[in-house]
T-cell receptor
């Protein structure tokens, strides 16, 4: 069964510090992996999307890495800001899976404290 | 360009009542989706419509029906609401499959928070 596991479940850090969120998946065959940010009371918004051949992609202070061999991804947040407080969701698409070929992780709840 | 819009934002129902959640997108996307999000769980697919005129069941379709009214609109209906359907419902749409620079990125609406008493 295709699964996406995220860790930690929740994380509290001080403003200005860096942090790294983890995503491990068993989805096969792999097509692409996305990280979403979901603010409280809002819908998820895409941060990065990576295919098999991409091992690093940045979006401002967010840097995602992908190791397709070990089926692991990470999202690194640099110099955190209060506005980074949100849930971060890892989503993996299966190759050839059609319109429903997505597996969602449960998310990491990140709190940035001043 | 409003993106994906959902109505209503909040709703409280009694067990057995029916209602329809509305979703519309103005991005000319082919595929649309309904998800539910419960505490401690990932988003789960209820139904999806790969293109206008087609609908298919997702992971948790029981107790729901959908209608793809046209390319823009995709509605979700609860015929007889149950407390187990208390959840946050998200509609999403996707850049056309098989192409485009964003690898089938999904765009989500703001959600409908439904409570069934």
């Amino acid at each position: 069964k295709n699964q996406v596991e995220q860790s930690p479940q929740s994380l509290i850090i001080l403003e200005g510090k860096n942090c790294t969120l983890q995503c491990n998946y068993t989805v096969s065959p792999f097509s692409n992996l996305r990280w979403y940010k979901q603010d409280t009371g809002r819908g998820p918004v895409s941060l990065t999307i990576m295919t098999f051949s991409e091992n690093t992609k940045s979006n401002g202070r967010y840097t995602a890495t992908l190791d397709a061999d070990t089926k692991q991804s990470s999202l690194h947040i640099t110099a955190s800001q209060l506005s980074d407080s949100a849930s971060y969701i890892c989503v993996v698409r299966v190759s050839g899976g059609g319109a429903d070929g997505l597996t969602f992780g449960k998310g990491t709840h990140l709190i940035i404290q001043p | 360009n409003a993106g994906v819009t959902q109505t209503p934002k909040f709703q409280v129902l009694k067990t057995g009542q029916s209602m329809t959640l509305q979703c519309a997108q103005d991005m000319n996307h082919n595929s649309m989706y309904w998800y539910r999000q419960d505490p401690g769980m990932g988003l789960r697919l209820i139904y999806y419509s790969a293109s206008e005129g087609t609908t298919d069941k997702g992971e948790v379709p029981n107790g729901y029906n959908v209608s793809r009214l046209n390319k823009r609109e995709f509605s979700l209906r609860l015929e007889s609401a149950a407390p187990s359907q208390t959840s946050v419902y998200f509609c999403a749409s996707t850049y056309p499959l098989g192409g485009g620079p964003r690898y089938n990125e999904q765009f989500f609406g703001p959600g409908t928070r439904l409570t069934v008493l």
